[in-house]
């Protein structure tokens, strides 16, 4: 993938310990909805415990989240992402 793709977004630089919310990420494409972070995870806070450096789609960077209402861990793209201040 090439970074003139009018969807790449470069990786975003969260901090290992940041506390960030699932929100929806922009379309990639003319007349797309936005693109969801997946069932269930919308407006969830979840710990930023790991970067896992670039992703290949150029969603924003991968990274290893602990949600704190479930005790769930997984990895997620850095667009579905935003820091809680």
Known sequence: MSKHHPWAS???HIPIGTLIRFISAPPRYKHEEDRSPG???EGKL???IDQCGSDS???GGVFKVHV???GDQFMHWGDFMEVVE
Request: charged content about 20%; aromatic content about 6%; overall charge negative.
């Open 10 to 12: 470069p990786d975003k």
């Open 39 to 41: 069932s269930n995870l």
């Open 46 to 48: 979840a710990l930023v």
């Open 57 to 59: 789609h150029q969603w």
């Open 68 to 70: 704190g209402d479930t």
